[in-house]
């Protein structure tokens, strides 16, 4: 009985000397977990901005082909308006419907990467791509429908142009809302857009 007595003094003096080594694998473990998460969310806030950067370039172009097809169908609505009852007027609608990508952000939020990004930042993501997702939508249900209509009357199409004319005004302003969107985003992210430049010029 006397010998066991030390070996338990002894087995009590190494317990806190185990729990702490084992606190501190835990530790270093969670350290190299954080490390691993942060990184993850590093490269999917660099391929969000890649992707905004491309959305912003291919909303842009966009925006200008149909503002110039609005200004066409608008001047062909006022001459329906100045001609005579029986004069016929061959109108166009068309309309070109830009292809956006989300794919960065879906990966960002399937891989978890987004618990890593400031509330601040996940929210106006999750605006703007709201944002994007309702101009596409408006483009691919209904102005894809009209990419090749003709109307050959006079006054009586004056109602389907005028809802078409309206679409794309309710369109635009979609579009002009997500371009400060997408500008705003890169603005506060600058730093990330710069490092990117930088790895593509080398």
């Known amino acids: 009985m006397s010998q066991l007595r030390p070996n338990l003094r002894?087995?009590?003096?190494?317990?806190?000397?185990?729990i702490?080594?084992?606190?501190?694998?835990?530790a270093v473990d969670n350290c190299n977990e954080n490390r691993k998460?942060?990184?993850?969310?590093?490269?999917?806030?660099?391929?969000?901005?890649?992707?905004?950067?491309?959305?912003?370039s291919v909303l842009d172009s966009n925006l200008t082909?149909?503002?110039l097809k609005r200004e066409q169908?608008?001047?062909?609505?006022?001459?329906?308006?100045?001609?005579?009852?029986?004069a016929k007027v061959s109108v166009s609608i068309g309309y070109n419907q830009a292809i956006m990508s989300n794919g960065a952000w879906e990966m960002a939020k399937l891989s978890g990467a987004i618990r890593r990004f400031e509330p601040r930042t996940i929210q106006n993501l999750s605006e703007m791509y709201y944002l994007q997702e309702m101009y596409?939508?408006?483009g691919n249900q209904y102005f894809a429908q009209l990419a090749s209509a003709g109307f050959h009357q006079n006054k009586e199409?004056?109602?389907r142009i005028d809802a078409s004319l309206n679409l794309i005004k309710i369109t635009e302003s979609i579009g002009n809302a997500l371009m400060a969107s997408y500008s705003a985003f890169l603005e506060d992210h600058?730093?990330?857009?710069?490092?990117?430049?930088?790895?593509?010029?080398?």
């Open 190 to 202: 600058d730093d990330i857009a710069d490092r990117l430049a930088t790895k593509g010029g080398d």
């Open 157 to 159: 199409e004056l109602p």
């Open 73 to 86: 169908m608008q001047a062909t609505r006022d001459s329906l308006l100045v001609k005579g009852e029986e």
């Open 136 to 138: 596409m939508n408006l």
């Open 37 to 56: 998460e942060k990184a993850l969310a590093n490269k999917a806030l660099e391929a969000i901005v890649l992707e905004i950067q491309e959305n912003l």
């Open 65 to 67: 082909a149909n503002e």
């Open 20 to 26: 702490l080594a084992v606190f501190l694998a835990l």
């Open 10 to 18: 002894q087995i009590l003096l190494e317990v806190p000397a185990i």
